[in-house]
């Protein structure tokens, strides 16, 4: 395996040198320049392994063993808003994402209130737009593994929002990130930046779609900033083809006062690692991390999310669920950080999970780090069945047991749909979610 | 033809025999009281009719509207108008009380080949139904049974009965946990749904109840069996005199 795997990085190395050709005059820059380290921190690294820690409970082989070819930017567009039509929401902002590069034909900006900048991230990088070279990659460390170190080197596009101060944006503001139909195996690096200034307000949805079928692996990072008091819902909802990879990485730092949401919804995806840390870097900071996971057949879902309590008097919630079928595995890593100056830090963090089959498996790991004495810390997890007497009590009142095993599968799922704040979103969710569970319950992959 | 035949009914739980050759018709128009001292097979008796998979019948059989009981799963037999009233009504967090309410009753109407509600004509329905069990509005939009109280929940499982409507209704010691207000308003709304067109078998192991309604007859199970039935004096006299005395009697009639 060894073999096959630094094969798979000498190719990784030639895709990087012929995308090097193809910058041109932007290979003397000094991003281009962070783009070289990253890379030979890759070479360096290799990919993460069950050895590390951070990866012990998710065996990435099937990803790593496959050559993922970059897609050269450029490229003619191929899919048109009919294919996104049943991920598309009707009443928001729209960007679309293809295949890493932000497409301004798909996109649908008119709605932006005047002020907020709602571009292509290459297009902002290029117009030296001040927000976005100031917090570009200051959350996200690129050497944190073999991923983002990936994708520091190659990413190239993706979307940059930024809504100043004082700004509430009523609209949604959805990012469909798509993928498209290729002959091999591809990856996708977009790489998004969203900023909310001071008691600005905004909801950003980020889907990612792409088609069932094709190989492809979509290595995302998203990071995301909220100055003092802005309000941010962020709710991601992953719906990536069958045989898709999906590794993502975001990052959130948050001012005094700020409060964020996060509702990660994943449903897609034959293995996927998504990582999200916030970081409560000022007094008065509000969190709540909401997770769902649904998986089936063979999928693997990874959720690792930390929560970096640096400053006192800040509070973070964080429920975390999965619904397990067939043979999927789960699971949750959720560390909580109290640093020595964080005192009266109110933490709470839940992680559920349903396993309707005896095949499928939850690793959950709560991994608290407290280094002040004033703190409120909790944690609890729980892994079940569905409850027979309640089945037997749906079905006593006329459900037939696979509607009653539905409504109470669905039941469980709903504390986190619930907590979505935009209701076009959660009944393209709830919908989602019934024609999963219906595949699972008929044992389709 | 009856509505309820069971004929030397035998079943038992994890090979203990528990019923031990019951026999009990039930008309169209009847309440029936089976009255017991704890562990007689009461419970028992009520989860075996409903479905309950605990327990597994050895011997005997059970008609219900002509057809044999143990054909019909769970679903079946409420869809055919059995229906259970919990002696320990389940707390379902997430269900929302009406949704799975017009979910149950769209899958009974559905098999009578009724036209399934719409939103509008079920909420008319439902609180129609409320007003009978005097509850409030509040417990539509509540998760099913969860944080109520444990009055709140057996009236719950009369509204659920009033909104569904069955033709053999089997309450499984509704009257523990109420107190006596809570005691008359399930006694109430038990009395208006009472007609020619159903039936009722009321499981208590006290009388009470039955002195808000009224049973047409009264069995004593003892020990898996029907020992002893009479009329709603028999419930009068077990209050005062307690069950031994049944024990005895059957004792020296073996």
Redesign the interface.
């Known amino acids: 395996m060894q073999s096959t795997d630094q094969t798979v990085q000498l190719s990784y190395q030639s895709d990087f040198e012929k995308f090097e050709q193809g910058l041109n005059g932007e290979k003397s820059t000094p991003r281009h320049a962070l783009r070289r380290r990253a890379f030979s921190k890759f070479m360096e690294m290799g990919f993460p392994t069950s050895r590390h820690e951070e990866w012990r409970f998710t065996n990435i082989q099937p990803v790593t063993k496959t050559h993922f070819q970059p897609v050269p930017a450029n490229q003619a567009v191929s899919i048109s808003l009919a294919d996104l039509e049943s991920v598309m929401l009707k009443d928001v902002i729209r960007v679309v994402i293809v295949d890493g590069y932000f497409s301004s034909a798909l996109s649908d900006l008119k709605d932006l209130p005047a002020g907020v900048v709602g571009e292509s991230l290459a297009a902002a990088l290029k117009q030296n737009r001040p927000e976005a070279l100031i917090h570009l990659g200051a959350y996200t460390d690129s050497s944190e593994n073999g991923f983002t170190a990936l994708h520091a080197a190659f990413s190239l596009d993706g979307v940059f929002l930024f809504v100043p101060g004082h700004t509430i944006v009523e609209k949604p503001i959805q990012v469909i990130y798509s993928a498209t139909k290729r002959n091999d195996p591809f990856v996708a690096y977009p790489r998004s930046l969203f900023i909310a200034g001071d008691a600005a307000q905004v909801k950003i949805v980020e889907t990612y779609f792409g088609p069932g079928g094709q190989a492809y692996l979509t290595n995302a990072v998203s990071e995301v900033v909220l100055g003092t008091h802005a309000v941010v819902e962020h709710d991601r909802i992953q719906l990536e083809g069958e045989n898709a990879f999906h590794v993502n990485t975001s990052s959130v730092y948050q001012q005094a006062g700020s409060a964020y949401r996060s509702n990660c919804i994943t449903l897609g995806g034959l293995l996927v690692r998504n990582t999200l840390a916030a970081r409560l870097d000022a007094e008065g900071i509000e969190c709540r991390l909401n997770g769902l996971s649904i998986a089936h057949g063979n999928q693997l879902i990874d959720n690792h999310t930390l929560l970096d309590h640096i400053k006192p008097n800040c509070s973070s919630h964080q429920v975390y669920k999965a619904i397990l079928d067939g043979k999927a595995r789960g699971v949750f890593n959720g560390k909580i950080m109290v640093h020595k100056d964080a005192q009266k830090t109110d933490a709470k963090q839940t992680n559920k999970t349903l396993l309707l089959s005896d095949d499928a498996v939850i690793d959950t790991k709560p991994q608290l780090e407290i280094f002040a004495d004033d703190v409120k810390c909790t944690h609890g997890a729980t892994v079940g069945q569905l409850d027979a007497e309640h089945i037997f009590y749906l079905r006593a009142r006329g459900l037939d047991e696979s509607e009653a095993r539905d409504m109470l599968t669905y039941a469980f799922a709903g504390e986190v749909v619930g907590s979505i704040g935009i209701p076009e979103l959660r009944e393209q969710i709830d919908l989602q979610i019934h024609s999963r569970l219906d595949r699972g319950r008929k044992g389709a992959v | 033809m009856s509505l309820l035949e069971i004929k030397n009914l035998r079943a038992e739980v994890n090979g203990n025999e528990i019923l031990r050759g019951i026999n009990l018709t039930v008309n169209l128009g009847e309440i029936h009281a089976i009255m017991g001292p704890n562990g007689s097979g009461k419970s028992t008796l009520a989860g075996v009719l409903?479905?309950?998979?605990a327990y597994t019948v050895t011997e005997g059989d059970v008609l219900y509207r002509g057809k044999d009981l143990f054909s019909l799963?769970?679903?079946e037999?409420?869809?055919e108008g059995l229906f259970?009233a919990?002696q320990y009504?389940?707390e379902?967090?997430?269900?929302n009380n009406s949704y799975?309410?017009k979910?149950?009753?769209n899958?009974?109407r559905k098999?009578r080949g009724l036209e399934e509600l719409d939103a509008m004509d079920f909420l008319k329905l439902i609180k129609s139904k409320l007003k009978l069990i005097e509850m409030d509005e509040s417990f539509l939009n509540r998760?099913v049974n969860e944080g109520f109280s444990g009055g709140e929940k057996k009236r719950n499982e009369i509204f659920?009965m009033a909104v569904?409507d069955p033709v053999l209704s089997i309450l499984d010691e509704t009257d523990s946990g109420l107190d006596i207000d809570a005691l008359r308003i399930v006694a109430d709304g038990v009395n208006k749904l009472r007609s020619k067109e159903n039936a009722s078998i009321i499981v208590t192991h006290y009388q009470r109840l039955l002195n808000y309604i009224i049973p047409d007859v009264v069995h004593v199970l003892v020990d898996g069996r029907i020992v002893k039935s009479g009329t709603k004096d028999l419930a009068v006299e077990l209050e005062s005199r307690g069950y031994d005395w049944v024990k005895e009697e059957t004792a020296q009639a073996v």
Request: proline share 14%; glycine share 6%; aromatic share 10%.
């Open positions: 409903a479905g309950r998979d799963n769970p679903e037999r409420a869809r259970l919990f009504p389940v379902i967090p997430g269900v799975f309410l979910a149950a009753l899958a009974v098999y998760p659920h569904l």
